[in-house]
DNA sequence: TATGAATGAGGGTTCATTCAT
DNA sequence: GATGAATGAACCCTCATTCAT
């Protein structure tokens, strides 16, 4: 028997079972097969959709690379207070990056596999951020000594690491609690490092006076 | 013609020629016969000494962790000074992921293909380091109000955010120069953001008050 | 150009040759390429279709315990005369492994290979046989001295080795005609010998008297 | 280190080694290794002794053919006693084919694959055996009705039989006790029914009279 | 639109055999 | 005599893709 013939329906059940296996093996771990049973659709009918499991791939990196810039920029900063709208990219950051590992996987997928869908759209975003920094150094907010690359590695790669590493930490340390918790507790102690990470010492001073 | 019968030199040709392959294309995306090809060992031949070529990625892993552990404690800790002890292993580290990329590439294909070989090795480095640092805090050289683990993040994750974003960065902030003098201007900024990072408040004041 | 696409067709065309293949020459013996070269369908679509060589040898198996099965007790036996329906199933049995040796050879690889698709099929038959057995004993039918699978024994054993043997002694002993003829000769001979066997003592008695 | 260069000890590992794998799984079903691993010889000494797996092969069923044909020729017959040289011949059979299966099943392997090694051995024996019937015939001491060859089918048939379906007879019949046990109950019958087989209707009638 | 039959290339692996040591 | 390195063909099977239906 066919199935219901919605093409924009069986597209999105495709590209959401293909995410998630692309997710978890990489392009050339996957299967057309394997997303085929996942998704319910056949094989055939993938291809039909979406011509080639090489552009199928594309199509889910663009997606992402989309959402994502969305997600993290999506801030209020019309107040013009930019402190505050870093910060709530940072948290915007965290969040989408912890909520749950399709996104942060398949870029680490498409890393390694030379792709570059993802990485333009990171890119936009990495000058973007990098615009910001300067912009608050320039205002004496931020401490003027490292450039703004460098203060971005120390701000993105850590969560990269954290999200990497919270299981190994997990163990190694023997924490207790849930994922959510562990990450709340870290969110707290990384923001706070961040702060004086960015603290520029004109500022230090300013306070130790008071 | 037949090869020389050294089965050493074979076993060494096909790690260096698998090692340099699975960097570049993970485990599901490396073939033996592209093994075979780099190697000049046939594939046959390949398999009489590795069994499998699951078997020989694992090789090839717990080879890598062993060499990682080694060159990241290489450090003379006996001047008992561990702030210093510290610094040479984050720079032995740096230097390490920077080096060339076959440890870095591997190790991240290794994680997202949920293997366990070099995450074992990582684990014990990860107790050892924030050890390092919960003595250091203990002696109040480091800044107590973060927990090791968070320290290590802000530590670490960096470098690897580095590792796989420089060329975007070079591309995005239009940066002049070899990858070798990026490396070494990044790392000068790392090392001070770092030093800015663990200072303890107490140390802050005394030396204002010099 | 494209074969037709006519699935069961196409299972049927692959289950015959492989069907006359393993006959020849077992399962191990059996490549995928000589199965798809015997149908002209490709080994690809023949495990398309099957799966795995594993599993189209089992659907082989059933498919001749079953054919088998029913081929044996294919009798009337709505007369009652037990001693009647015994013989017809004796003929039965006796044509159906000479008929052509496919049965018979893949039975036997199929019992050295420890398979139990068609041991299964044998098992119920041969509870059938020895029932059929014990209750001509209850009626005096049958030689009560000799337990019914020991009769069984005497019964089905010739014919196999007849059939595995047909050659053997027609070298050996200078036998002329064709096969049918050899087998319709033995079958006399057998028949009769089996007559004699389960002729039960009182009966010999009354035909004495007579 | 070198193995003890004891060129028939060795050969001899190997030929036991292969004959119990060769039994198991045929000659497709066995690869050389696991002769090897079986035997602890190389593959490599393997060959250099026996020159193919072919070979090996051909050696172990000549070899089992001589064995074979000694074991059943084994009576002493200078009694001239025919019956009783039957009879034990009969039982050597039985014997030799009950007493571990190795030769049973190598010799139906080699029978599906059409090897004529053993079968040579068989057809001697056949004529043999066939000869030893005629010349009791000829005595008056078994029933002339029946062609050598067709009391030769009902005569060995029953054993092979019975030895490939013991394990179904068991499970079946629900049939209790060892192997041996079961074999020894088995023989009793059998013999008793070959009596009656046998048996000339002259002879009856005499028996009857007294 | 939707299925799955059909293809052919390539996947990892096993294998008998050869030959340098 | 003995080992195991080396070979290359064949093995079963998976795969992305095409196409008849």
Redesign the interface.
């Known amino acids: 028997m066919r199935k219901k013939r919605d093409s924009e329906t069986t597209k999105r059940q495709v590209l959401e079972a293909a995410k998630k296996i692309f997710a978890e093996?990489?392009?050339?771990?996957t299967s057309l097969a394997s997303i085929a049973e996942e998704s319910g659709i056949s094989d055939g009918l993938i291809l039909h959709h979406f011509k080639s499991k090489e552009n199928l791939y594309e199509t889910i990196l663009n997606e992402l690379s989309k959402e994502y810039y969305k997600a993290i920029i999506n801030v209020d900063n019309t107040s013009g207070n930019l402190a505050q709208t870093a910060f709530e990219m940072l948290q915007n950051t965290f969040t989408y990056w912890c909520k749950d590992s399709v996104y942060s996987?398949i870029a680490?997928?498409a890393?390694?596999?030379n792709r570059v869908s993802l990485?333009k759209g990171?890119?936009e975003l990495?000058?973007g951020l990098?615009e910001n920094i300067r912009q608050m150094q320039a205002k004496g907010l931020v401490?003027e000594?490292?450039?703004?690359?460098?203060?971005?590695?120390?701000t993105?790669?850590?969560?990269?690491?954290?999200m990497?590493?919270r299981n190994?930490?997990k163990?190694?340390?023997k924490?207790d609690g849930s994922d959510q918790e562990l990450d709340q507790r870290?969110f707290e102690?990384?923001s706070?490092?961040v702060m004086?990470?960015y603290q520029s010492p004109s500022m230090i001073k300013r306070e130790e006076e008071k």
Chains 1, 2, 3, 4 share one sequence.
């Open positions: 093996h990489g392009f050339a771990g996987r680490t997928w890393f390694l596999e990485i990171e890119k990495t000058t990098a401490d000594r490292f450039s703004p690359f460098a203060l971005l590695a120390m993105i790669g850590p969560i990269q690491f954290w990497r590493s190994l930490f163990e190694a340390l924490l870290f102690q990384y706070q490092m004086k990470l």
